[in-house]
């Protein structure tokens, strides 16, 4: 099975500032990487996809970039609104794992 | 667009088994483009994926889970099931149904959207 990891696996931050999470799988997954936010009580949303697609009506700060093992979700500058948790997800063979989640709070 | 809605039990005894229904509405369930999954949060905890089936009735399970766990799907009355048997408190957990779409210009699949969830509690 495919292991994904997530760091930091928490981190706080200030509105307005640039912030960078990182997964890593343990074995190549090529682009099978998408990438989730999830708000406390609410269902993950994908924001994206194919490692660097950004999901339709996601903002344009979150992008993603990476292949192979090693892959990276970007938001250029935050929002109150994306305080919350991320979810990284491989798609290249079952069974479809994700990271442990980073939790993205504010400083 | 499509939006699921999952349904079925809140509480469930020890030993015993798990269902659950997701209804999707917004399009039909026997689109070729998608499968139909499940995945489950423990309180507090991280994402688990259990299973997709496709409209045919093709399923593919996480391994962890694959013999405790079975899906069906209903293309009249676009619906797909899941059931998980012989539960324990550790099966505890939110319950959310998802699109498992498949890329069409990119390869790679992923999960949108998802229903809002169900809690699911083992205990007797």
Same mark, same amino acid.
């Given at each position: 099975?495919?292991?994904?990891?997530?760091?930091?696996?928490?981190?706080?931050?200030?509105?307005?500032?640039?912030?960078?999470?990182?997964?890593?799988?343990?074995?190549?997954?090529?682009?099978?990487?998408?990438?989730?936010?999830?708000?406390?009580?609410?269902?993950?949303?994908?924001?994206?996809?194919?490692? &660097? !697609? #950004? +999901? @339709?009506?996601?903002?344009?700060?979150?992008?993603?970039?990476? /292949?192979?093992?090693?892959?990276?979700?970007?938001? &250029? !500058? #935050? +929002? @109150?609104?994306?305080?919350?948790?991320?979810?990284?997800?491989? /798609?290249?063979?079952?069974?479809?794992?994700?990271?442990?989640?980073?939790?993205?709070?504010?400083? | 667009?499509?939006?699921?809605?999952?349904?079925?039990?809140?509480?469930?005894?020890?030993?015993?088994?798990?269902?659950?229904?997701?209804?999707?509405?917004?399009?039909?369930?026997?689109?070729?483009?998608?499968?139909?999954?499940?995945?489950?949060?423990?309180?507090?905890?991280?994402?688990?994926?259990?299973?997709?089936?496709?409209?045919?009735?093709?399923?593919?399970?996480?391994?962890?889970?694959?013999?405790?766990?079975?899906?069906?799907?209903?293309?009249?009355?676009?619906?797909?099931?899941?059931?998980?048997?012989?539960?324990?408190?550790?099966?505890?957990?939110?319950?959310?149904?998802?699109?498992?779409?498949?890329?069409?210009?990119?390869?790679?699949?992923?999960?949108?959207?998802?229903?809002?969830?169900?809690?699911?509690?083992?205990?007797?």
């Amino acid at each position: 099975d495919i292991q994904m990891t997530q760091s930091p696996s928490s981190l706080s931050a200030s509105v307005g500032d640039r912030v960078t999470i990182t997964c890593r799988a343990s074995q190549s997954i090529r682009s099978y990487l998408n990438w989730y936010k999830q708000k406390p009580g609410q269902a993950p949303e994908l924001l994206i996809y194919a490692a &660097s !697609s #950004l +999901q @339709s009506g996601v903002p344009s700060r979150f992008s993603g970039s990476g /292949s192979g093992t090693d892959f990276a979700l970007t938001i &250029s !500058s #935050l +929002q @109150s609104e994306d305080f919350a948790t991320y979810y990284c997800q491989q /798609s290249h063979s079952s069974p479809y794992s994700f990271g442990q989640g980073t939790k993205l709070g504010i400083k | 667009q499509l939006q699921l809605q999952e349904s079925g039990p809140g509480l469930v005894k020890p030993s015993e088994t798990l269902s659950l229904t997701c209804t999707v509405s917004g399009g039909a369930i026997s689109s070729n483009t998608y499968y139909w999954g499940w995945i489950r949060q423990p309180p507090g905890k991280g994402l688990e994926w259990i299973g997709s089936i496709y409209y045919s009735g093709t399923t593919y399970y996480n391994a962890a889970l694959t013999n405790r766990v079975s899906m069906s799907i209903s293309t009249s009355k676009n619906q797909f099931s899941l059931r998980l048997t012989s539960v324990t408190a550790a099966d505890t957990a939110s319950y959310y149904c998802a699109t498992d779409k498949l890329g069409a210009t990119v390869s790679g699949r992923w999960f949108d959207p998802w229903g809002q969830g169900i809690l699911v509690t083992v205990s007797s």
